[in-house]
């Protein structure tokens, strides 16, 4: 069974920072592309950053510069740092653990909630 449990979510200033991690268990992690997502109230979801099974990353415009995206396959986590928060940042936070090509999957965390007051 797999399971993705997220953590690192809380409440901080505009301008803070914040670590989310993301651990897996019940899948070979490595082999694995990971990602991160969020969805404001009233909002869809949206991707945030992703990184593939070699390490490759990519990020939406929007947190470019302030946010990376890391993982260590030793430890079956992938990590989100996020640097100069904003109040738009304010979502609550995802993780995704999927496989493109031609029997895809993909599995979800439970969420973990981030706050930046103003």
């Known amino acids: 069974q797999v399971q993705l449990v997220e953590s690192g979510g809380g409440l901080v200033q505009a301008g803070g920072s914040l670590r989310l991690s993301c651990a897996a268990s019940?899948?070979?992690?490595?082999?694995?592309?990971m990602g991160w997502y969020r969805q404001a109230p009233g909002k869809e979801r949206e991707l945030v950053a992703a990184?593939?099974?070699?390490?490759?990353?990519n990020y939406a415009d929007s947190v470019k510069g302030r946010f990376t995206i890391s993982r260590d396959n030793a430890k079956n986590t992938v990590y989100l740092q996020m640097n100069s928060l904003k109040p738009e940042d304010t979502a609550v936070y995802y993780c995704?653990?999927?496989?493109?090509?031609?029997?895809?999957?993909?599995?979800w965390g439970q969420g973990t909630q981030v706050t930046v007051s103003s």
């Open positions: 990184i593939t099974s070699g390490g490759s990353t």
């Open positions: 995704k653990l999927y496989r493109l090509g031609s029997r895809p999957y993909d599995f």
């Open positions: 019940g899948i070979i992690f490595r082999i694995n592309d």
